[in-house]
Each structure stands twice: as structure tokens, then as C-alpha cells.
């Protein structure tokens, strides 16, 4: 049988005996009859009852009983008091257990996603509870700002809140791991990444966000993931200020380094001569960075080192004049241009070359 708000009589057991009981003696209750009423509410928010329903069902169930109750209104409303509230921490308890087992359940999907360690035909079928459809295609975005994020961060909630504000429920997923956000979209959805990376980077005050290439099936996200991590790694060692870098903008960079050993070599080979110049490698391969990233102007490479045009022009015969290459020789740009992106890829003159 059940009441009237359709809570079966068992969550109530023993509870009008105990008004009864209770009212006649005007004690106050005892541990482990409220240990009881703790479980009892545990049990029916474990069955899915709702708590109003529940705690409707103890108003009734001691209103009807009133009549027949000894001891006045007074000791009645005491006991109801506790035992509501009793009833309620268990159901409270029950529903934190229920969240801290969803949030493990949803964890455990996230690295098994990001790291391909399912099986993929079981990890599609698990992705279906959270939005992915893992046959179709998906991209990843990955954010890095000047903290590290978990789920719980105020400033992972407010990304949270701005993207399900514009774009509903599209088959997104929202993460952190490692400190980083992150953000899987579907393949045909850029608009998606794009917001996110907007979001990001004003609810981080800067930061950056690489996002990886749409990539298909199942094993598409981790390939997605992992790129867009490298990139943004990449933009660290390179120190790449643009606030969003694409993985398909920076394919050429991973090919170069594909090779450590022969990158290291080169490096060494062309630029390792500047060592025997007067202030060091430093200046002379910041003269060379600046250069090729101004576009072989002197006029503004040197204003990027606040240098004059003279001076900047002297550097540039001064690496001429240890290397055997010339920057402003097209034979040899390439060769100088490469070995200096080697080197800020290798972390030298900071990170030995014979690691």
C-alpha cells in the first residue's frame, strides 16, 4: 500500500507507533531511531521517490494520526521536526552518493575516451549516455590558462553555462583533464570550437586554445585530443601568442621534429658556431627568430628588438661571418630558418642538443 502522495508505506515504518510512543513520553528521540529514519530516506530517493512526495507523505501520515495521539501539538511538532529532518539527511546522503558515483562513472568514460584504453565498440555504446555519437566525426579543443581547472572551477562552469546557452544540447562534451578544458564537438559543428575558444580565453583573462583536426570514428577523439594537447604544447616552446592555434595551421612542425636526431644535428651543424660570439647565442639567435619572423624585413625586425637598423644589419653579418650562411642569401634562408625553428623546438641553447 501507499499514501496519498504515493510513497509505499514501507519508507514510513513504525513512524505513527513512534509519534505515539514519543507524544506519551516526551522524550526527545533516540541515535538509532533517527539512524533508522536516515535510512529509511536513503532508500526511497535510492527507489526515486521525490523528497517533497516523501516528506508530504510524513505530514499526512501524522495529521491523520493527531486525533488519536496522547500529549499536546507542541511534542507532536517536536518529534515530526526530527524525524523530517532525519529522513531528509538520508535522502540528501543518498543523492550526494548518487552524484559522486555519476561523476566517477563520467571520469572514468573521459580517459578511457582520451586515451583509446576501451574497447571501442563498448566505449561508443557508453558514449551514447553522455551526447557522442563515436561513428560520426569529432574535434577537440583543449584550453591551457594561468591555472590549473577541474569541472568544479568557476571558470570552467561559466564556459559550461555560455556554451549550453547558445547551442543547447548539439552533442558536446565539456571536460577538464590534466588542469587544461577541453571541449569535443561533432566534425561538422567548427562553430562550436570556435565559441569555445572565445569563452575561454575571456572567462581565463588570455590563455590559449589549440584545437585538434576533425578526425573520424570512434578512435577520432583521442587522435583529436592528443593534437590538439601538442599544439598546444608547440605554441609553448615556440612561444606563439596568437590566442587559438589550429593543428592544421602547424602540420609542418611535427614533421620537423619527427627526426630528433637529424633536427639536433642541423642545429648544431648551423647554428651551434654562434656559440664563439662575444655575447653568447642568445642575442644572435633572437636577431635570426626576429628576422624570419618579421618576413626578412631588417627595418622591422630590428624595431621588434628595439635595435637600429645599422646595429641590426651588423648581427646579421656577424652570423654570417660564423655560420658561413648568409640570412639574406635566399640559398641559404631556408637552412638558417629551419635550424632556428629546430632549435626553439629543441629548447637550445637551454637544453643540451645530445640529450
Do not use: N
Request: hydrophobic share 40%.
Amino acid at each position: 500500500m501507499s499514501d496519498a502522495a504515493g510513497i509505499p508505506e514501507t519508507y514510513l515504518d513504525g513512524y505513527v507507533a513512534l509519534l505515539d510512543e514519543v507524544c506519551r513520553t516526551g522524550r526527545r528521540l533516540k541515535r538509532d531511531e533517527l539512524e533508522t529514519r536516515r535510512e529509511l530516506g536513503e532508500r526511497a530517493a535510492d527507489a526515486g521517490f521525490g523528497l517533497r512526495d516523501l516528506v508530504s507523505a510524513h505530514l499526512t501520515a501524522a495529521r491523520t494520526a493527531w486525533p488519536t495521539l496522547p500529549g499536546d501539538a507542541d511534542s507532536l511538532l517536536t518529534v515530526m521536526h526530527q524525524v523530517v529532518d532525519a529522513v531528509a539527511e538520508g535522502y540528501e546522503r543518498a543523492q550526494r552518493q548518487a552524484v559522486r558515483q555519476e561523476e566517477a562513472t563520467r571520469r572514468e568514460f573521459i580517459d578511457d575516451l582520451l586515451h583509446g584504453r576501451s574497447d571501442l565498440g563498448r566505449l561508443a555504446e557508453r558514449a551514447e549516455r553522455f551526447g557522442l555519437r563515436l561513428s560520426h566525426t569529432h574535434a577537440v579543443a583543449a584550453a591551457r590558462g594561468p591555472a590549473d581547472y577541474d569541472e568544479s572551477h568557476q571558470v570552467a562552469r561559466r564556459v559550461e553555462r555560455a556554451l549550453i546557452a547558445r547551442f543547447h544540447d548539439r552533442g558536446i562534451l565539456l571536460t577538464t583533464k590534466e588542469g587544461r578544458m577541453l571541449c569535443v564537438a561533432p566534425g561538422d559543428q567548427p562553430e562550436v570550437l570556435t565559441h569555445f575558444a572565445k569563452q575561454c580565453y575571456a572567462a581565463m583573462d588570455g590563455g590559449q586554445v589549440a584545437i585538434g583536426r576533425v578526425q573520424p570514428g570512434p578512435g577520432g577523439v583521442v587522435q583529436s585530443y592528443e593534437e590538439a594537447v601538442s599544439v598546444l604544447d608547440l605554441g609553448a616552446r615556440l612561444e606563439l601568442r596568437e590566442p587559438v592555434l589550429y593543428a592544421s595551421d602547424l602540420l609542418v612542425y611535427p614533421v620537423l621534429t619527427r627526426d630528433r636526431q637529424a633536427m639536433a644535428d642541423l642545429v648544431q651543424a648551423t647554428l651551434g658556431p654562434l656559440g664563439a660570439a662575444r655575447g653568447g647565442v642568445e642575442p644572435l639567435l633572437e636577431t635570426l627568430t626576429a628576422y624570419f619572423e618579421s618576413g626578412c624585413v631588417a627595418a622591422e625586425a630590428a624595431r621588434r628588438l628595439s635595435l637600429s637598423v645599422r646595429a641590426f644589419t651588423y648581427r646579421l653579418e656577424r652570423i654570417h661571418q660564423l655560420t658561413g650562411a648568409s640570412p639574406t642569401d635566399p640559398a641559404h634562408r631556408y637552412m638558417l630558418q629551419t635550424a632556428v625553428i629546430g632549435a626553439r623546438l629543441l629548447g637550445w641553447p637551454g637544453t643540451p642538443l645530445s640529450a
